[in-house]
């Protein structure tokens, strides 16, 4: 909060109103209020020379008083008075910030409407550069997430096999994950309300529904020479910190050798990139790396190459064409090796982090064809 304002004052924002998630709990450590979800919402004021104030519905107040470092909470009820309206009026004075792409419609029409025209500003790049570098304790976070991704790819690839459902490898991938993360949690953390529950649903695909990139775990059996793909993007979310985790497998044997050729590319693909990566290069100078890797060996321009991971999915920078940002020591990345053909699609993704010299995997498992085929 204290580097906010500070950045707040150099731009010349007087107030900032926050309304992402992440960032609320970034700036604050309060989370898993029900939100916009349920149509109640939750803003974070921030004053360049005032206090902070948590505007939160009142069926969460006990949670926010346990967790908000803020100066005052305000809460509001349900069809009470003007309910998460009231306290805006007096705050929206001077030169306001708003998160643009992060406020529901609702709040930024009352904010439209208190301001009658004056601009709005976005606050939105000082909280992405404050959040790109991570602090010591969030890369232990990112590090203990890897263990925990980890545990979840091993009892993923363990519970893989013939004649098996696919709903059976998601059920060993939330029990590993949970039951690795409740160890962490009880070794190095004092907080009793985190848990250590795996997060959103398994993301896999095997045989014929190998293309679908975000495809869940469903009755599917799984037959011996398919292929079989794990992706832990949504569910290795330890202490709040997400990582990016994929791996593609085969059950006894690869049947199709072109399958082999085309994931031969998409793990020169990933290791072009990782060559790339370190200090002072541009986000997209690691995504060019792993492109032309693809593209020379005839397949088509591929998706980005990885992102930025943290307390949300989705950070800055991404490695993708157009995105300058420079690497930097601190950074956690997600990176991806992959190809994508009509009939068949290769992933590998591991994180890692940014160090001085290069950079620090934070994810781990076999890659050779000879080691992911089961």
């Known amino acids: 909060m204290t580097t906010l304002r500070a950045r707040m004052q150099a731009q010349g924002i007087d107030v900032a109103l926050i309304t992402n998630d992440d960032n609320i709990y970034y700036l604050t450590g309060y989370y898993d209020y029900l939100h916009m979800e349920f149509g109640r919402p939750t803003i974070l004021?921030?004053?360049?020379?005032?206090?902070?104030?948590?505007?939160?519905?009142?069926i969460d107040l006990n949670a926010a008083r346990a967790t908000a470092q803020v100066d005052r909470i305000a809460p509001w009820n349900d069809g009470m008075g003007e309910e998460w309206r009231a306290e805006l009026p007096a705050l929206l004075k001077g030169r306001i910030a708003i998160e643009p792409d992060h406020m529901s419609a609702p709040v930024r029409r009352y904010v439209d409407q208190v301001l009658r025209?004056?601009?709005v500003h976005s606050v939105t790049p000082?909280?992405?550069?404050?959040?790109?570098?991570k602090s010591p304790q969030e890369l232990q976070l990112a590090r203990h997430a890897g263990m925990v991704a980890n545990a979840m790819m091993t009892a993923g690839r363990n519970a893989i096999g013939d004649g098996?459902?696919?709903?059976e490898v998601a059920i060993a991938t939330a029990q590993a994950g949970t039951r690795t993360a409740a160890a962490l949690l009880t070794e190095h953390y004092d907080d009793a309300d985190m848990s250590p529950n795996t997060h959103f649903l398994q993301i896999m695909a095997s045989g014929d529904t190998i293309t679908k990139t975000h495809h869940r775990a469903t009755n599917r059996i799984m037959r011996h020479g398919e292929p079989v793909f794990l992706c832990f993007c949504g569910m290795t979310n330890f202490?709040?910190?997400?990582l990016g985790f994929d791996r593609t497998f085969w059950i006894g044997e690869c049947a199709d050798p072109s399958q082999a050729a085309i994931y031969d590319v998409a793990i020169a693909s990933q290791k072009a990139a990782l060559d790339a990566l370190r200090p002072g290069v541009t986000a997209q100078s690691v995504h060019a790396a792993y492109a032309d890797v693809i593209q020379s060996a005839g397949f088509d321009y591929p998706f980005r190459c990885g992102r930025s991971t943290g307390f949300s999915f989705l950070?800055?920078?991404?490695?993708?064409?157009?995105d300058n940002t420079l690497i930097e020591p601190g950074m956690v990345l997600a990176v991806d090796g992959s190809v994508s053909v009509e009939t068949f699609r290769a992933q590998v993704g591991d994180s890692?982090?940014?160090t001085e010299t290069g950079w620090e995997a934070v994810t781990s498992h076999p890659k050779a064809i000879e080691d992911v085929t089961l």
């Open 117 to 119: 025209g004056d601009p």
């Open 164 to 167: 098996v459902p696919e709903y």
């Open 352 to 354: 890692v982090i940014v």
């Open 45 to 58: 004021a921030v004053a360049r020379d005032g206090d902070g104030l948590l505007i939160t519905p009142t």
């Open 315 to 322: 950070e800055s920078p991404q490695l993708v064409t157009g």
């Open 239 to 242: 202490h709040r910190f997400k």
């Open 126 to 133: 000082i909280l992405d550069r404050m959040r790109m570098i």
